[in-house]
């Protein structure tokens, strides 16, 4: 067969993965995000980063979205141009300095936008004009919108996070905030290291020990006191023990340790380059 025939082949095999999943591809001038179909045709612009079509440096043409400490500031800012220009509309960003902690912000003023060194790794909104972002390289993202009455939440949930079921508070707030119901919510689950590759040791394992009653079932024990985690699957299990129906929970085929071609990794480049981008999820209402 030739080589040709089989790269064709194999394109097609990913795209309709991806269609399965509930996402596809949207390219403007070699800047690539993942979107979430479902999202969008509920309302909500919504995308995950990949690394091509940037400026920065780190490996060629890296389209980093954060870490000021490993990049310059006007690396970050045009490549954050080029980001939100695969989004029609005139949107402020609104992110945080992310602390791998539990706290949830509402984005409610042009101050609250402002206010980016505020500690929180999850952010929620309901304003026209705004994404509400979180930076990741092998964290979880999580985009969620409210067709019914427009909210919508991005959460960064790393191991930390996630024992702590930050999803969970995120959804507690848009309750208080705006009076969501949580089975009418649409979730998107982005590319994060996944369970093939993502090694623990006992400092998780006793984290989700105590935090999850069925918590073997999201390890793979590979060697005395280390597992295999796949992070997707607890903060799936948290939305759905909030009420989000299963078939409204879409989870991205990607692990971003296997794929540095597509995306940043902390626990492959740090230890290989030692300093990686960061990728930066979004949401907001169309």
């Known amino acids: 067969m030739p080589v040709e025939t089989n790269m064709n082949t194999q394109s097609v095999t ?18 690539k995000v993942l979107v979430c179909k479902p999202l969008e045709d509920s309302g909500f612009v919504n995308g995950f980063s990949t690394r091509d ?22 690396n970050i800012y045009e490549n954050r141009r080029r980001f939100l220009g695969l989004f029609e509309g005139d949107f402020k960003l609104a992110i945080a300095w992310q ?3 539990v706290g949830v912000k509402p984005i409610k003023t042009n101050e ?16 026209r004009d705004t994404l509400v972002g979180v930076k990741t390289a092998d964290c979880v993202p999580i985009l969620i919108g409210d067709p019914k009455n427009g909210s919508f939440a991005a959460i960064h949930s790393g191991w930390k996070g996630t024992a702590g079921r930050i999803v969970v508070r995120a959804v507690e707030r848009l309750q208080s905030e705006y009076g969501t119901d949580p089975k009418g ?14 090694e623990v040791g006992m400092e998780v394992l006793e984290a989700f020990k105590s935090e999850f009653v069925n918590h ?13 985690l796949d992070l997707k699957q607890p903060n799936r299990d948290l ?10 929970i879409f989870v991205a085929p990607f692990c971003t340790i296997e794929r540095t071609d597509l995306f940043f990794s902390y626990r492959v480049e740090k230890k290989l380059y030692g300093k990686t981008g960061r990728l930066l999820s979004v949401i907001g209402r169309k």
């Not at 993965?17 to 591809?25: N, P, Q, R």
């Open 99 to 101: 602390v791998h902690g």
């Open 216 to 228: 073997e079932k999201y390890f793979i024990q590979t060697r005395p006191g280390h597992a295999l």
């Open 14 to 31: 990913e795209e309709q993965i991806l269609t399965d999943a509930g996402f596809y591809w949207r390219e403007k001038e070699s800047v």
């Open 185 to 198: 919510l649409i979730c998107a689950i982005g590319p994060c290291a996944s369970g093939s590759k993502y």
């Open 239 to 248: 939305l759905r023990g909030m009420g989000v129906e299963s078939s409204n």
């Open 112 to 127: 609250d936008i402002a206010n980016s060194e505020d500690r929180f790794d999850a952010l929620v909104s309901d304003r």
């Open 53 to 74: 079509g940037g400026v920065s440096d780190l490996q060629k043409d890296s389209l980093n979205l954060a870490g000021f400490d490993e990049d310059s500031a006007a």
